[in-house]
């Protein structure tokens, strides 16, 4: 076992709150994408693809949930999340290729999130915490515009917030004997 990996394991933490106006530079999310896609993915079909979003593109993302924040919980929950969104300091998703094929778009779903964990650990190496979302904003056909995607042709796996963390909250897991079954 390594030591140093598990204990980055261990250590890892999902990243609310980041510094504002800290964005990590641009050459350590380029060399931690570059090595976590050295992740299992079956027939080695590699199909992840990345959008490393801007500031512009980051704006119109938050004015779009904001939109569907507003929609469904009304304008104080639309200024609140609007606030807290645009003080996300880097912002990268990550996407596959669909296929007719259901078994393909699951493998390749689980390899992009055998990428994903990769890339947290990676990034928490460097010091930089990262809160990977899956919410309502990135099944939307506008989020799939702005980051240049064909929602017929794409799928999104999420959206990962990064940056250098204000605080690092605590975790803890179940003992395992709560989750690993013995079979005969």
């Known amino acids: 076992m390594c030591p140093a990996l598990t204990q980055t394991i261990r250590d890892r933490r999902t990243i609310h709150h980041f510094k504002i106006g800290e964005v990590p530079p641009t050459s350590i999310i380029e060399e931690a ?28 993302i938050c004015h779009l949930n904001a939109d569907i ?7 104080q929950m639309a200024e609140i999340k609007l606030r807290r969104w645009s003080e996300i300091p880097g912002w990268l ?4 290729d669909k296929s007719e094929d ?5 493998e390749d779903y689980a390899a992009c999130c055998c990428v994903a964990q990769n890339l947290a650990l990676i990034l928490w190496e460097q010091g930089v ?17 702005i980051i240049g995607l064909n929602s017929q042709s794409s799928s999104v796996v ?22 690993l079954s013995r079979l005969p």
């Open 69 to 75: 924040v507003r929609a469904d919980k009304g304008e």
């Open 129 to 145: 915490g990262m809160k990977w979302t899956t919410g309502k904003v990135t099944r939307d056909e506008g989020f799939y515009e």
């Open 33 to 60: 994408i570059e090595q976590a896609v050295w992740a299992p993915n079956h027939r080695l079909s590699q199909p992840w693809h990345f959008q490393l979003i801007g500031s512009e593109s980051a704006a119109q």
């Open 102 to 106: 259901p078994l393909r778009s699951q």
């Open 158 to 179: 999420g959206l990962f917030w990064f940056g250098y963390p204000v605080k690092i909250p605590e975790a803890t897991r179940p003992p395992l004997a709560t989750f």
């Open 93 to 96: 998703s990550m996407s596959f």
